[in-house]
């Protein structure tokens, strides 16, 4: 083992000895949450805590931990967008999420890999969680196209997420399942054509996947393209509305 192996190794050791104390302080955070009612600093502290946990699971190889976190996440993110949900299942969900993560820290502490049962109770939480029956993922730079998709998706009960970029977006598509993709053809790090082609080749979660490409381009529909082309015109919010309703009917 060379230098730079054997400090990954101590970093990944302290990593996972330091990970119960971190986890033992978002659940702290929680019951303030339930014991004094909604705190904006609380939340986004949370926010912040399990942002970290997820970029640091990626760091040291321990990729089931980020995938715990990614929902977490939106899970925070939706309660800062609809704080009337404290008073419901939120922090009894969230808590099930911090078991999770313990769960899967014992697992690692022993040196094993958190196989399907972790990723099944994972993927059954998601949706307990947003009490949602639809997933969707979006990569789009334009804001105007983001907000037309979340108000055509919200009339459907969707959870959405949105990523940043094509290669985020991969990563996100193959960890877990979603039921449609809305994506940019020009997107950073990897454009939309490119996502959706890395994401069929590679095996997503879903097979049943609907993929939807947006472009300001003329493309014509073939077989090597997406399931949908739209562009982005004055018809697209219909269009778009169109394509939902059709892939829920069926």
């Given at each position: 083992m060379n230098k730079a192996q054997a400090m990954l190794s101590a970093l990944r050791s302290t990593y996972?000895?330091?990970?119960?104390s971190h986890i033992d302080e978002l659940e702290s955070l929680l019951l303030r949450l339930e014991s004094d009612g909604f705190d904006l600093e609380i939340c986004r502290e949370l926010y912040r805590r399990i942002h970290t946990l997820k970029g640091s699971g990626g760091t040291y190889g321990m990729h089931v931990i980020s995938d715990v976190c990614h929902p977490f996440e939106d899970l925070i993110s939706h309660f800062l967008e609809h704080t009337e949900?404290?008073?419901?299942?939120?922090?009894s969900t969230a808590l099930e999420y911090i078991d999770l993560l313990r769960r899967v820290t014992l697992l690692y502490q022993q040196s094993?890999?958190?196989?399907?049962?972790?990723?099944t109770q994972l993927q059954s939480l998601r949706h307990q969680a947003l009490q949602n029956p639809y997933s969707a993922l979006v990569v789009e730079?334009?804001?105007?196209?983001?907000?037309?998709?979340?108000?055509v998706l919200k009339s459907y009960r969707f959870r959405l997420e949105v990523a940043k970029d094509g290669y985020l977006a991969l990563g996100r598509i193959l960890s877990e399942p979603f039921d449609l993709v809305v994506t940019?053809?020009?997107t950073p790090r990897m454009n939309g054509m490119a996502l959706i082609s890395a994401a069929q080749r590679l095996g997503g979660k879903s097979k049943n996947t609907t993929c939807v490409l947006i472009t300001a381009s003329q493309l014509k529909q073939d077989e090597n393209l997406p399931d949908f082309v739209l562009q982005k015109d004055a018809l697209f919010r219909e269009r778009?509305?169109?394509?939902?309703?059709h892939m829920i009917s069926n």
């Open positions: 996972l000895n330091d990970l119960p949900i404290l008073q419901f299942n939120f922090i094993k890999v958190p196989g399907e049962e972790i990723k730079s334009s804001d105007v196209v983001v907000n037309i998709i979340k108000d940019g053809l020009e778009f509305n169109k394509i939902v309703h």
